[in-house]
Structures are given as structure tokens and as C-alpha cells.
């Protein structure tokens, strides 16, 4: 899984790179596949499900799921960029948004705060903490600032399938009480919204959007649950 998610880091970089004005959403994907098979791993999105791209590309108010297309990227944008890949078998699975240019301090703030309050789950991930530990450390941080975690989407279990139990809740829920063993692998991913919780979903089954059209921003990693504490697996 180490290795699947070196892929999926190096190939989350060149994307993050490549979101300039201009560019569409569907040469970020072309871009994403392109690395990921030569690093020697296989799409995990592409056709998973149907979903036909090998990256989400979520721009502004689209939370997660965006579908590559002709859109053009505009100085201000923010993208939220999804992917994983497959390496002997096991997947690896990330996100970042990214700015397109100079962006304003409002969305600035929110992308900085989404990727704080990953920073603050996966600080739980150690033996003997609860997947409940996990949640509260994201809505706190999250909540703190003035934002809405969507209740919606959730984390997941990952490894040999892209999407494995436990399902891994970015909020509170008294009903997830399990455990963190040694050697569990947890895909951490905080969806946080400007404004309110509420989000849609597009006529083309997959784009998720916030239902009153602020900003949205999605970190992610794949993490194992290491015997001292967390091991980013998709770390660069």
C-alpha cells in the first residue's frame, strides 16, 4: 500500500501543478492516468462504478465526484482533486485542493483550515483510540472556524478494495465506537463546506455540490494505523 500511495502522491503533485487558468478539467485527468501508469500502477476510479475518469475534479462550490470535462480553469478557482491508484493489487487513495492562481483570503482560509482538520484526525490514529476520537478532532477544528462538515460523504476502510469497512465519519457519531488496531489502513478525508452541511447531487449521477452554492473544499490520505501512532501512506 506504501507503494500505491507514492504513486498516488507523486501524481496528486503534478496535477496540483498543472491547475493554472486555462486548463480544463479533463487534461488534469488526462494528466493524472498518464502518471499513474507510468509509474507502473493501474486508475483506481477509472470505471469504478461507472465513473468515467481516473480523477474527480471538483471545482468551487462541487464538493466531490466533479466529472472531467472542456471546463476551463479561472484565476481565483479552487479544485479539489481526488484520485487513487492500484499497485500489486492494493490501492492507494488521495485528495487536495488546489488554488487556480492568486485566490481570495475567504476560500484561502477555508482549503487551509479542510487541510488542518485532517491534520488533526489523523493525529488520532493509534492503537486503542476509536474511529470516534478520529471524527471529534475534525467537526471541532472544523466547527471551531465557522464551517459544516458534510454529514453526507464519509472516509473508508481501504486496501486490497478501493472502499473496505469501517466506514470512517468525518462528525460525530455515538454509534461508531470501533477501536484502531495495529495494521488497519483508513482512507481520512474531511469534505468541508463555507457555508451550510447540505449538499446535491448533478443530473449526471455523480458531481456532488453544496446545496446553497458556497465553496467547498476535500483533503484526504491513506493512513495505516501504525504500532506508535499514524503512517501516511500517501505521503510524498
Do not use: K
Not at 35 to 40: D, H, K, L, M
Not at 224 to 234: E, F, K, R, S
Request: charge should be negative; include cysteine.
Amino acid at each position: 500500500m506504501r507503494r500505491a500511495g507514492r504513486v498516488v502522491a507523486a501524481t496528486l503533485a503534478r496535477v496540483r501543478e498543472a491547475c493554472v487558468p486555462g486548463a480544463t478539467t479533463a487534461e488534469l485527468d488526462a494528466l493524472a492516468e498518464r502518471t499513474i501508469r507510468e509509474a507502473g500502477g493501474v486508475p483506481s476510479f477509472l470505471g469504478y462504478r461507472g465513473f468515467p475518469a481516473s480523477a474527480c475534479v471538483s471545482v468551487n462550490d462541487e464538493v466531490v465526484h466533479g466529472i472531467p470535462g472542456d471546463r476551463r480553469l479561472e484565476e481565483g478557482d479552487i479544485v479539489g482533486i481526488d484520485l487513487g491508484a492500484i499497485v500489486d493489487g492494493y490501492h492507494g487513495d488521495a485528495a487536495v485542493t488546489a488554488p487556480v492562481g492568486r485566490i481570495g483570503a475567504g476560500a484561502e482560509r477555508l482549503v487551509r483550515v479542510t487541510r488542518e482538520a485532517l491534520e488533526r484526525g489523523i493525529a488520532q490514529v493509534r492503537p486503542g483510540r476509536r474511529l470516534l476520537d478520529v471524527a471529534r478532532a475534525i467537526q471541532t477544528h472544523v466547527e471551531r472556524h465557522g464551517y459544516s462538515v458534510v454529514r453526507e460523504l464519509v472516509g473508508h476502510g481501504i486496501g486490497r478494495s478501493m472502499h473496505e469497512p469501517p466506514q470512517v465519519p468525518n462528525f460525530v457519531d455515538q454509534a461508531e465506537q470501533t477501536v484502531l488496531e495495529a495494521g488497519m489502513t483508513l482512507a481520512i478525508e474531511p469534505m468541508v463546506n463555507e457555508g451550510e452541511a447540505e449538499i446535491t447531487r448533478d443530473d449526471d449521477g455523480w458531481t456532488i455540490r453544496t446545496r446553497d452554492g458556497t465553496l467547498s473544499a476535500h483533503w484526504e490520505h491513506t493512513v495505516a494505523v501504525g504500532p506508535q501512532g499514524p503512517m501516511i501512506l500517501t505521503a510524498p
